[in-house]
């Protein structure tokens, strides 16, 4: 096993600057909304990549309907 003892890879540690970036980078989202994130579901990584993709799910059907492209 190669990870430092108490290391767990599924939790953010947003208290770490640098992993704090790698995790923004890797959801594809700010530092910001990563700990607005956190602070909403907890540190648990899949958590938090399932509440950003909430927070950023729309379909199709709502982004044509909210441009007014619905003919």
């Given at each position: 096993m190669?990870?430092?003892?108490g290391?767990?890879p599924?939790?953010i540690?947003?208290k770490?600057?640098?992993?704090?970036a790698?995790?923004?980078?890797?959801?594809a989202?700010?530092?910001?909304q990563l700990?607005?994130?956190?602070a909403a579901?907890?540190?648990?990584?899949?958590?938090?990549e399932m509440?950003?993709?909430?927070?950023?799910s729309?379909?199709?059907d709502?982004?044509?309907?909210?441009?007014g492209?619905?003919?």
């Amino acid at each position: 096993m190669n990870q430092a003892a108490g290391v767990q890879p599924d939790r953010i540690d947003i208290k770490d600057s640098a992993i704090t970036a790698k995790w923004a980078n890797k959801l594809a989202v700010s530092e910001l909304q990563l700990k607005e994130a956190v602070a909403a579901v907890g540190d648990k990584a899949a958590d938090v990549e399932m509440h950003l993709k909430g927070t950023r799910s729309i379909t199709n059907d709502d982004r044509v309907e909210e441009l007014g492209a619905d003919r």
